[in-house]
């Protein structure tokens, strides 16, 4: 009754966030991020589902289709390894990428000519000593190289710009959780199959153990979907920026921070205040349509110059609702002005440096560190991913 209850659980809240997952895919650019996510998803709910129906209806068909099922669960593997690494590249799909698939298809054929077929649940102990030694070593080496991917390319990561912090601290939680959760997934399947000798036995009694951890991961995903997304987000979303999707806003209209211990400042909030959604709403305009962010050492006075507004409204915007500096805020800007005229060929008559020049960095050793920083990658890959 236990193993029913958290199947139950598990499948209706695992197609619920599967839901979410696709209809985000659908709103945002970025679906590539998510192809091998919404298939470990799928086969997740479909190995619970069916060992839930052979509980329900424990027919002999139904049980050897739950067998093989519960064995197709080694597509999964691949499926965490390469969803790390589109998290990270954002790759287009490439048929290579079948390839890893080729040993879990050998596996399971394996397993329904040799094991399914038999009235026991194995023609012999060795061959099904063999088989589970090469799964558990099959799982052992991508657990080992996601970790390595993630630890290298993913925790690793630093940045001086507070957005890109806050989203490095959520996609390294996030990886951390999911890295930890497969080798938990991995660890407890070994164990009992140790103990037991007996997978039939293990997905029997104990499959509520993978269920109510994979009832975890789809409430992690319900609640907070924008750690669904990868590094380079900002780029195509930076012109939402009051929204912030899978990055904190640079703005903070509702809970700015409080001139508490400034009086001029204070004097100066009541008549500002008023108006600051107008006001970060002509400098958001200014600052993703205009050129104006190309000029070479750009202060805010010349930017409220061209607001037409006192360059002390527009340093108290900064000061108060914005999450970056203003010096921050001009390379984000910069960064994905730059990053728009890469995705419009940009590079195909110019080169790398007078594309820092054009869009107002003072060297390109600058441009280089802040496009690195923002980006989590060189201009050279940015447009080699592309």
Partial sequence: MFNLIALSIVT???????????????????????????????????????????????????????SIINVCVLFAIPCFYLYFQDVIFESKFKPKQLYHFILPTLLAIVF???????????????????????CFLYNFTYTFFSFWLLYKKVWRRKSEIKTIQAQNKLINNWTGFMISSLMVLSLT?????????NV???????????????????VKIILQPEILYGFNLLTDNIDKVTKGIGLKSLWNVENAIEPSNNGKDQKLAEKVTPSIPSIINNI????????????????????????????????????????????????????????????????????????ADFVGFSSYHTFYIAFKSITGTTTQDYVRRM
């Avoid at 104006?292 to 000061?319: C, M, N, Q, W, Y």
């Fill in 12 to 66: 209706a809240v695992g197609i619920l966030s599967t839901i979410i997952v696709i209809r985000k895919n659908k709103e945002n650019k970025f679906s590539l991020i998510n192809r091998y996510l919404v298939a470990l998803f799928t086969i997740a709910v479909f190995r619970f589902l069916f060992n839930g129906l052979s509980i329900m209806f424990p027919t002999e068909n139904l049980l050897q289709l739950t």
């Fill in 112 to 134: 329904m000519v040799f094991l399914i077929p038999q009235k026991t649940p194995y023609p012999s102990p060795i061959l099904a000593k063999i088989f589970f030694t090469l």
């Fill in 189 to 197: 399947r070994l164990f009992t199959w140790i103990i037991f000798r």
């Fill in 200 to 218: 039939i036995i293990l997905d029997n009694l104990y499959i509520w153990i993978p269920a109510l951890l994979w009832v975890i991961i789809f």
């Fill in 284 to 355: 958001n305009e200014l600052s993703f349509n205009s050129n104006t962010f190309r000029k070479k050492g750009l202060t805010i006075e010349d930017l409220a110059s061209t607001l037409g507004l006192p360059a002390s409204h527009v340093t108290f915007a900064f000061k108060y609702h914005c999450t970056e500096t203003f010096a921050d805020y001009k390379k984000v800007v910069r960064i994905h002005d730059a990053c728009k005229l890469l995705d419009e060929g940009y590079l195909n008559q110019n080169t790398v440096e007078s594309l």
